[in-house]
T-cell receptor, first 113, second 110 residues
Framework: KAGVTQTPRYLIKTRGQQVTLSCSPISGHRSVSWYQQTPGQGLQFLFE???????NKGNFPGRFSGRQFSNSRSEMNVSTLELGDSALYLC????????????FGAGSRLTVL | SQQGEEDPQALSIQEGENATMNCSYK?????LQWYRQNSGRGLVHLILIRSNEREKHSGRLRVTLDTSKKSSSLLITASRAADTASYFCATDGGANNLFFGTGTRLTVIP
């Protein structure tokens, strides 16, 4: 079966712009989590959605938001981009909500200039 | 921070040797997982060990867990060049999401 699909894979934005990243989970998986990975901070939890509801949120500013659709696909949005937002954004899905085994997508690499 | 720490940060070995990496964490856990990440790609789940288990095997992987010391180790036996990757431990820390460690970068030299 198809894995977790993230689009776009690479993108370049400038400071002040906004960006929307998309994630399609494995069929049947209802939980989608987002992580930010940077060389300095490592992997940091952004948020988790389950059945279209945000269940958990990490310690990120309100510029970072997300949503989940009825087909479990998820999007995350970052507004007013800053240089420090340059990172690999990873989406992961799982059958159930919570700290379960995650299946990751290949990531979306965002570069902010 | 609930983030774990892996040790060493980097490890370089010859093909065929064993590789051992360690993970220390700070809070009580329900389970601990290990993931592998090839350069710039997504993470791949390797193995999960529950807090009431002490050792678990999966193919060439052996994971141990010592909850009294809040530490875990991952042993990869008879390493191959394809094992070259970064390895991360992840814990729940009693929360509803996973906290990932800082990672060990393993290089296996053919």
């Amino acid at each position: 079966k198809a894995g977790v699909t993230q689009t776009p894979r690479y993108l370049i934005k400038t400071r002040g712009q906004q960006v929307t990243l998309s994630c399609s989970p494995i069929s049947g998986h209802r939980s989608v989590s987002w992580y930010q990975q940077t060389p300095g901070q490592g992997l940091q939890f952004l948020f988790e959605y389950f059945s279209e509801t945000q269940r958990n949120k990490g310690n990120f500013p309100g510029r970072f938001s997300g949503r989940q659709f009825s087909n479990s696909r998820s999007e995350m949005n970052v507004s007013t981009l800053e240089l420090g937002d340059s990172a690999l954004y990873l989406c992961a899905s799982s059958l159930a909500a919570g700290a379960n085994v995650l299946t990751f997508g290949a990531g979306s690499r965002l570069t902010v200039l | 921070s609930q983030q774990g720490e892996e040790d060493p940060q980097a490890l370089s070995i010859q093909e065929g040797e064993n590789a051992t990496m360690n993970c220390s964490y700070k809070t009580s856990i329900n389970n601990l997982q290990w993931y592998r990440q090839n350069s710039g790609r997504g993470l791949v789940h390797l193995i999960l060990i529950r807090s009431n288990e002490r050792e678990k095997h999966s193919g060439r992987l052996r994971v141990t867990l010592d909850t009294s010391k809040k530490s875990s180790s991952l042993l990869i036996t008879a390493s191959r060049a394809a094992d070259t990757a970064s390895y991360f431990c992840a814990t729940d820390g009693g929360a509803n999401n996973l906290f990932f460690g800082t990672g060990t970068r393993l290089t296996v030299i053919p």
